[in-house]
């Protein structure tokens, strides 16, 4: 069980990989998404060690008994994770710049 979970950590890891290099202006204009992959990972893995730890007995006398324990206990956990670190995002990243339309493109009054 354990291996399995560590496999799975190591392939969601994994799969976050650096950007690749591009334009410096796309680059900007978009944020990070470090915080919601950490946040993630880090709460389902917090989730499964809690789901484990207060399974118990059932984590003893069977697989399937504790991963009905453990699976939900994760997938919150990931979507705790997952808001947190939204947020973290968010408040870390650089403010936006609305874009300005060119002058004469609105419609006049009334019509």
């Given amino acids: 069980m354990k291996k ?4 799975a950590c190591a392939l969601l890891i994994g799969c976050s990989a650096a950007p690749r290099e591009s334009d410096p202006a796309v680059e900007k204009s978009t944020g990070g998404h470090g915080g919601k ?3 993630t990972v880090g709460g389902a893995g917090a989730g499964a060690a809690m789901g484990y730890s ?3 007995v ?3 006398i069977s697989g399937p008994l504790c991963l009905i324990v453990v699976v939900p206990a994760a ?3 990931g979507v705790v994770g ?3 670190g ?3 995002d968010a408040v870390s990243a650089p403010p936006r710049q609305e874009a300005s339309s060119p002058a004469g493109t609105s419609s ?4």
């Fill in 108 to 111: 006049p009054p009334g019509g």
């Fill in 75 to 77: 997938i919150v956990g």
């Fill in 86 to 88: 939204s947020v973290v």
């Fill in 58 to 60: 059932l984590c003893t």
């Fill in 82 to 84: 997952l808001a947190a």
């Fill in 4 to 7: 399995i979970f560590q496999v």
């Fill in 54 to 56: 207060s399974a118990g």
């Fill in 37 to 39: 992959v950490v946040g």
